[in-house]
T-cell receptor, first 115, second 111 residues
């Protein structure tokens, strides 16, 4: 167990809807990264939050947005859901200092199905 | 796009045998990491090798890194049925603080 939790574990939405996924980081960590993992593929980096600011973003459209709260927990919001958004969404927490971070600890993921 | 590409995509071995998988990446990196994932669940960090290291061991795991060839390998010795999982390499680049995963190798260890 990594101490990183995600909710909900599973979710079913329809096209065009909006979804919010939540992540609680491991105690002592100040950085949260979000990944999308389609079936049979490796995780794709969505974005990272460090001290409540976005600190890097992958190749995802603006309808993917996020927040990090003062307790370092985080949300991933996806608007105008599309069928291709169906995936496992993983969050990972880490501790970053001015040298960056190295090891990330992953939560169990939220499996999203868009119909 | 994925920084790391893994080979083979799938591997089936008998318990007790060794499993070797390879990873190639495209740009310079600060370190390379290997993760395990069981049945579409969260990833578990296995081992990290820095760009100035060539080989690293952790229990039954041995990782090598060849920065001139931009490649890494993961060896699992004396495999067990519990090692059945997908294994991913991930290249870390400090610029952008970005961890980029490969497509993974699915390993099946038969009892």
């Amino acid at each position: 167990e990594t101490g990183v939790t995600q909710s909900p574990t599973h979710l079913i939405k329809t096209r065009g809807q909006q979804v919010t996924l939540r992540c609680s980081s491991q105690s002592g960590h100040n950085t949260v990264s979000w990944y999308q993992q389609a079936l049979g593929q490796g995780p794709q980096f969505i974005f990272q939050y460090y001290r409540e600011e976005e600190n890097g973003r992958g190749n995802f459209p603006p309808r993917f947005s996020g927040l990090q709260f003062p307790n370092y927990s985080s949300e991933l919001n996806v608007n105008a859901l599309e069928l291709d958004d169906s995936a496992l969404y993983l969050c990972a927490s880490s501790f970053s200092d001015r040298m960056g971070y190295e090891t990330q600890y992953f939560g169990p993921g939220t499996r999203l199905l868009v119909l | 796009s994925q920084q790391g590409e893994e080979d083979p995509q799938a591997l089936s071995i008998q318990e007790g045998e060794n499993a070797t998988m390879n990873c190639s990446y495209k740009t310079s990196i600060n370190n390379l990491q290997w993760y395990r994932q069981n049945s579409g669940r969260g990833l578990v960090h296995l081992i990290l090798i820095r760009s100035n290291e060539r080989e690293k061991h952790s229990g039954r795991l041995r990782v090598t890194l060849d920065t001139s060839k931009k490649s890494s390998s993961l060896l699992i010795t004396a495999s067990r049925a519990a090692d059945t999982a997908s294994y991913f390499c991930a290249a870390f680049k400090a610029a952008g603080n970005k961890l980029t995963f490969g497509g993974g190798t699915r390993v099946l260890v038969k009892p």
